[in-house]
């Protein structure tokens, strides 16, 4: 290799250029990976205060005005700074690795991407201490709380969106060019792994849906500085204009989540079942099919909004349609575990628990997309607890999973496997304490964002809060199995690591070098 | 604290017991609901049928598939001596578990549509009500009756913020509930005054936006009469959690008494409007007036919250002319969530409130504002 990498002993100064510098895409597939788990930690902090006031009925520990920032902040963080970034951490490490290239095809424009990222959140959370406090009107603002009964620091949060948009942009944009343009010879797209398929079409959706969220926060920067009335009926605009607009970015926007999160279990199934990926081509259409099929369905979340029957009846029998290409991935995933050799290391426990409750959550939106019985769910903890299991239950414990599978490719050191599974169980009985009573609560009547309940929701709110709480701890201890793994975890050289592991990724030597592929690999 | 111990460990368990004794029905477990209610309209009768038949569509292919996965887990482990096949593809049941997912949802799409037609069957209705939301309550007015009036949570600051003991019907109890006939079709026309907000009754299977500038219709009919609890849906400020609906049907000849009082209601407020109060009868009122409409925003104590909403205290309005402050409720301030109250609050509750918040917390002003004050402004304009 012609240069390594500045380390501590280099000194500070030429330590901390290097990552505030650095072009590589390993260094930055790091920064994106730690940046979003230090989201999670605060978006996972804004959680314990909601849960904590919601243990009892009444106003005990923060008043109403700060629940609605809490509420706000949580679903921002969480979606904008834990889950996309982490995602696209994943990606910077492991695309160049998996397609036999030797970086990703734009680096500076890769550096620049991942730091603007800590200014726009600098930005969002600092709201929080100004006067008004920070952004209230829930993570999906609509208008015209979000504008005409705003808080002033609503240009914060919509200049933040604006740099998180454009970071998006940016990584999504190198995703495609390094796919591209820079596989090995031989890779041809067809050959290319499950994990660097979703990750170009979610590259798609972004670069499609990420300027319609930058207009729609331009609308409302107009709407509350400029005069103008977009979304203000007064003036002869339209607030449902707004749901529209948002929701045409909302929809696929789930999807850009969990899609990158399908690649993920794509992978690491098949190696703990020491079999191939059942229908890996079926895969790549299915997960196309849900991309395009994103783009069609957005107003299933406007269903009480008042349309005419029409509307209702399209984006009810377009959202039903979701169920098939669903589907099909999830029987791809049980019959390449069909008459495998399975053992159940941590990533698979995450996995496995990943198809299980990601299928429940598809379940609830299944019966969320019959407009009928959604005018009963719509904004209740039924929806609350829904989206909960796709995105912790499918997007958080797949980046677990990740995280798991190819730490110790990134640091040639294994994890503690006992630690490991201690945190599975903690989490997987914890996540389902807290979500599943929320479905109960929806059901029987209370609605989202209520910072307090009548009585009769005491009981289950109860029991969700000490899930929360459980869920919670078993992050600490992620955390703290991670750090013990970089700096003390027991050694390994095995490029496999894995008995069953395929792929580019696993034929480098562990830890992989800080220049990878320099000469492109030969591909059978 | 074994006793505080042992009572928090009863209250963990008390929703596990409640399930054990879920065939026991009293009061308490009825408000232990899991499930989502049948409700007393054809509308919500649609929604839970359609609902439940989901659900068990749901659970068989669930039963189905995840019982495949744990047998594939259990009997397919390497630690049983599993060893890996290498197959990865096979057209037929691809093609399969593709197409028939498809038929399913096919024929499901048939009852979830008639459900849909049902919820949208909005057409001669005897009895129509506009229904508007406010920062944080519901309007309700009886088109061609001339009977309109404000519908706000009745529990106190005081339960809410634990100063009291929480009352039986906390934050489910109304200053006045929506009155409708058993037997009659009543068509809700739904809109909003400043806000998003959501109408939902969850027994008469009627959820609707209410959007300022746009008019949303709903319908209910049913013969059950009764106490009906609902909520606001959409976020809608630091008061969303704050505005319950309340629903009660009443047979036909009790409303047509019920309205008739409402109508001579009416009248006879006309004639006490230009009644003089005294300064401690308008204290008594304006506090009750100021905790129901004021204290959500800017607070009991009159101190608002910092950078939200502005303080009372001391204030210059306040403690300012009578004249500018009667104007400030009257006509609200634009551009901010200070709305206008003309509409919502009667001259009196006008006079009280502004005479409470000028002689209250040590605003000293020592005048008295007197319900005639409030219509003098309001036909200067």
């Not at chain 1, 903690?426 to 009547?445: K, R």
């Not at chain 2, 549509?113 to 001669?124: G, I, M, P, R, S």
Request: proline residues 5%; hydrophobic residues 50%; glycine residues 8%.
């Amino acid at each position: 290799m012609a240069h390594g990498p500045a380390t501590l002993a280099d000194g500070w100064g030429k330590y901390i250029s290097r990552w505030v510098f650095t072009t590589n895409h390993k260094d930055i597939g790091t920064l994106y990976l730690w940046f979003s788990f230090a989201m999670f930690i605060m978006g996972g902090a804004f959680a314990m205060i909601i849960r904590a006031e919601l243990f009892q009925p009444g106003m005990q520990l923060i008043k109403p005005e700060f629940f609605n920032q809490m509420t706000t902040m949580h679903g921002l963080v969480m979606v904008f700074g834990a889950i996309m970034p982490a995602f696209v951490g994943l990606a910077n490490w492991l695309i160049p690795m998996m397609i036999g290239a030797p970086d990703m095809a734009l680096p500076r424009m890769n550096n620049l991407s991942f730091w603007i990222l800590p200014f726009a959140f600098a930005i969002l959370t600092s709201t929080l201490f100004m006067e008004g406090g920070g952004p209230n009107f829930g993570w999906t603002f609509y208008a015209p709380l979000s504008t005409t009964y705003a808080p002033d620091t609503v240009n914060y949060f919509i200049f933040g969106v604006h740099i998180m948009g454009a970071s998006s942009i940016m990584g999504s944009i190198n995703i495609i060019a390094t796919v591209m343009n820079m596989r090995a010879p031989g890779m041809t797209y067809m050959k290319m792994p499950l994990f660097v398929w979703t990750w170009v079409i979610t590259a798609f959706l972004l670069v499609a849906v990420m300027p319609v969220l930058a207009g729609a926060v331009t609308m409302m920067l107009m709407d509350i500085n400029f005069g103008t009335s977009f979304f203000d009926a007064a003036g002869g605009g339209d607030p449902v204009l707004f749901q529209h607009i948002f929701w045409f970015f909302g929809h696929p926007e789930v999807y850009i989540i969990i899609l990158p999160a399908f690649g993920v279990v794509s992978q690491i199934i098949p190696t703990f079942s020491r079999k191939p990926l059942f229908g890996y081509s079926s895969m790549v259409y299915a997960t196309a099919a849900i991309a395009f099929l994103s783009f069609v369905v957005w107003a299933h979340h406007m269903f009480t909004v008042g349309m005419p029957i029409a509307g209702e009846l399209y984006f009810m029998y377009a959202t039903m349609l979701i169920a098939v290409p669903t589907g099909v991935k999830v029987f791809n995933w049980i019959t390449t575990m069909y008459r495998g050799s399975l053992t159940f290391e941590t990533p698979m426990l995450f996995s496995i628990a990943f198809v299980i409750l990601f299928t429940f959550g598809g379940f609830t939106g299944m019966m969320l997309s019959i407009a009928a019985a959604d005018m009963q769910y719509h904004d209740t903890y039924f929806v609350v607890a829904h989206f909960h299991y796709v995105m912790v239950a499918g997007a958080v414990f797949s980046g677990t999973a990740a995280v798991y599978y190819w730490l110790p490719k990134w640091c040639g050191r294994m994890y503690d496997e006992t630690m490991g599974k201690v945190q599975f169980w903690i989490a997987f009985i914890g996540f389902n304490i807290t979500f599943m009573p929320q479905h109960f609560l929806g059901l029987a009547g209370m609605p989202r964002r209520y910072a307090d309940y009548g009585l009769q929701f005491a009981d289950w709110n109860m029991v969700s809060s000490i899930g929360a709480f459980m869920y919670g701890g078993a992050q600490i201890l992620f955390l703290f199995n991670v750090i013990r793994t970089i700096g003390w975890g027991k050694p390994t050289d095995d490029p496999k690591v894995w008995e069953g592991a395929e792929g580019l990724e696993w034929t480098l030597p562990t830890p992989a070098p800080y220049h990878t592929f320099a000469t492109p690999p030969k591909i059978k | 604290m074994l006793k505080r111990a042992q009572a928090l460990f009863l209250r963990l368990l008390s929703p596990v017991i409640a399930l054990a004794i879920a065939g026991n029905v009293s009061a308490e477990s009825a408000t232990r609901q899991l499930n989502m209610p049948q409700g007393v309209t054809e509308v919500s009768q649609a929604a839970y049928d359609i609902h439940m038949i989901m659900m068990w569509i749901c659970t068989v292919i669930g039963v189905a598939v995840f019982g495949f996965m744990f047998y594939v887990m259990y009997a397919h482990r390497k630690s049983r001596g599993a060893v890996a096949a290498n197959f990865h593809e096979n057209h037929v049941v691809e093609l399969i578990w593709t197409i028939v997912p498809a038929l399913i949802l096919i024929v499901m799409a048939i009852p979830a549509t008639t459900a849909l037609l049902k919820v949208y069957d909005t057409e001669n209705a005897d009895i129509d009500i506009k229904v508007t939301g406010y920062q944080w309550k519901w309007q309700y007015e009886y088109i061609g009756e001339g009977v309109k009036y404000m519908s706000e949570l009745r529990t106190s600051q005081d339960e809410i913020y634990g100063r009291a003991p929480k009352g039986e019907h906390y934050l489910r109890e109304v200053t006045e509930p929506l009155v409708i006939p058993t037997g009659k079709k009543v068509r809700f026309l739904i809109t909003g005054n400043d806000v998003i907000h959501s109408w939902w009754v969850p027994d008469f299977g009627v959820k609707r936006d209410a959007v300022p500038g746009l008019f949303t219709a709903a319908w209910a009919k049913t013969d059950v009469p009764g106490t009906y609890v609902g909520e606001c849906t959409e976020l809608c400020g630091i008061g969303h959690a704050f505005m319950p609906v309340v629903v009660e049907v009443k047979e036909e000849a009790d409303y047509n008494e019920w309205l008739a009082g409402k109508k001579a209601e009416a009248a006879e407020y006309a004639s006490t409007i230009g009644k003089e109060w005294t300064f401690d009868e308008l204290m008594v009122r304006g506090e009750e007036v100021y905790e129901r409409s004021c204290a959500g925003c800017h607070q009991s104590d009159g101190n608002g919250i910092t950078g939200v909403f502005p303080a009372l205290k001391d204030s210059p309005i306040a403690l300012g002319a009578k004249e500018g402050h009667i104007a400030v409720l009257i006509d609200g301030v634009a551009g901010t969530s200070m709305q206008s109250f003309a509409d919502q609050l009667s001259e009196v509750d006008i006079a009280a409130v502004v005479h409470y918040e000028r002689n209250a917390w040590g605003n000293d002003v020592g005048d008295i504002t007197q319900p005639i004050d409030v219509l003098n402004y309001k036909q200067g304009q």
